[in-house]
């Protein structure tokens, strides 16, 4: 089954993307991952989008189809979680393109759903395990041991996003309403989309989405 995590950022499709992948066996595709790998490792690319992500506006639709374009040979029996991808509508045009190809098919698209306000509450107290990639929050999640990641044990890998930061996020907000948001109605029309409520504990929101997906 492949599915779409549709919504803003810090609906927490991240979140719900990790939970899909222990629980299920699903494979996570997130483009905004796999740029931030580019730049760790300093590739050409990696360099190219730096600026543009610290901004918070859309790196370009070629580079982020061809990352999603590599990856979708990968072994994923129980289906890939597009993550923060599409974000246009070249781009979902792309995906439908691309997965057509390899005689797959798109499941649906779950609208995650989350009130502007909680949304910048959410992503300025973010940050995740740099060993694993768990997520945390200031005020919402934090570690059981302060410094020290409850899912694989290491001490002082946690880091926070250069681009949840109030500016950058209202740039991302912005980026979301005006190129992504269409593809609400593009599912919409194609009967894939499911809106579930994204504003609720971890657990309520894993419940509406495995119930939305019959899981
Ligand atoms: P994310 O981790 O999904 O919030 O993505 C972080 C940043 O990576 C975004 O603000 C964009 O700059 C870039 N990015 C990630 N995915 C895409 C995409 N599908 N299209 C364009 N830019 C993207």
Redesign the pocket.
Known sequence: MNIILLGP?GAGK?TQAHRLVAEQGMVQL????M??AARTSGTEMGKQ?AA??DR????T?EI?IGLIAEQLDSDASSGFIF??????LT?ADALGALLESKGQTLEAVVEMQVDDEALVERITGRFTCGACGTGYHDSFKKPDVEGKCDNCGAEGTFKRRP?DNEDALRT?LF?YYKDTSPLIGYYYAKDKLKRIDGLGEIEEVAGQINTALDL
């Open positions: 950022p991240g997130s483009t905004g991952d740029l931030r989008v543009v992500m918070g506006e859309l790196v639709d982020v993550d923060g991808f599409p974000r246009t781009q681009d991302r980026a």
